[in-house]
T-cell receptor
Framework: GENVEQHPSTLSVQEGDSAVIKCTYS??????FPWYKQELGKRPQLIID?????GEKKDQRIAVTLNKTAKHFSLHITETQPEDSAVYFC???????????FGSGTQLTVLP | DAGITQSPRHKVTETGTPVTLRCHQT?????MYWYRQDPGHGLRLIHY???????DKGEVSDGYSVSRSKTEDFLLTLESATSSQTSVYFC?????????????FGQGTRLTVV
């Protein structure tokens, strides 16, 4: 089955700096790659996603890039703010029921 | 937020007892999923459903069973709870119209097995 690895597990940045989180996947049939943000005690919420026919997608301060040949995708957050502090999960979707395989998460801390 | 509700939100149970968690959706989405979340492991898929009475196993299905008798309800049962099943359980739904594959999560159920 699919295996998703995520790095780093923790990341601290100064407010205003950029943050990058990287994920690799194993199943070349995966075709949908979402990123979720989870605040403490809350449910995961989708922040951005990308499909396999697209190389990059941006939404304000957040961007995701996908390299299908290398089987890796990355989340980029620019001009970080304290409210960006949370756990971020990458995931890859494959299978007839679009089930998601998640990375192990990155705890992002934005220092004021 | 998508109409997805989990019950109960918190539960403490004893080892060896059966436990059932409920996920209820009002979005008429085709696919429903149960995940467990443990520190260092992210979210791991337990079971999923692709329609009424259609279910399949995920990555960590041992000790769990599921049922889906109606589109809106997906039940997760721990037949005989063990301490290793202490976790936070999330239900998710997806399968809105067209190519929409976004998964929406419920609020989670914190289960403690003592």
């Amino acid at each position: 089955g699919e295996n998703v690895e995520q790095h780093p597990s923790t990341l601290s940045v100064q407010e205003g700096d950029s943050a990058v989180i990287k994920c690799t996947y194993s199943d070349s049939a995966s075709n949908y790659f979402p990123w979720y943000k989870q605040e403490l005690g809350k449910r995961p919420q989708l922040i951005i996603d990308i499909r396999s026919n697209v190389g990059e997608k941006k939404d304000q301060r957040i961007a995701v890039t996908l390299n299908k040949t290398a089987k890796h995708f990355s989340l980029h957050i620019t001009e970080t703010q304290p409210e960006d502090s949370a756990v971020y999960f990458c995931a890859a979707s494959t299978g007839s029921a679009r089930q998601l395989t998640f990375g192990s998460g990155t705890q992002l801390t934005v220092l004021p | 937020d998508a109409g997805i509700t989990q019950s109960p939100r918190h539960k403490v149970t004893e080892t060896g007892t059966p436990v059932t968690l409920r996920c209820h959706q009002t979005e008429n989405h085709r696919y429903m999923y149960w995940y467990r979340q443990d520190p260092g492991h992210g979210l791991r898929l337990i079971h999923y459903s692709y329609g009424v009475k259609d279910t399949d196993k995920g990555e960590v299905s041992d000790g769990y069973s599921v049922s889906r008798s109606k589109t809106e309800d997906f039940l997760l049962t721990l037949e005989s709870a063990t301490s290793s099943q202490t976790s936070v359980y999330f239900c998710a739904i997806s399968g809105g119209g067209g190519m929409n594959t976004e998964a929406f999560f419920g609020q989670g159920t914190r289960l403690t097995v003592v």
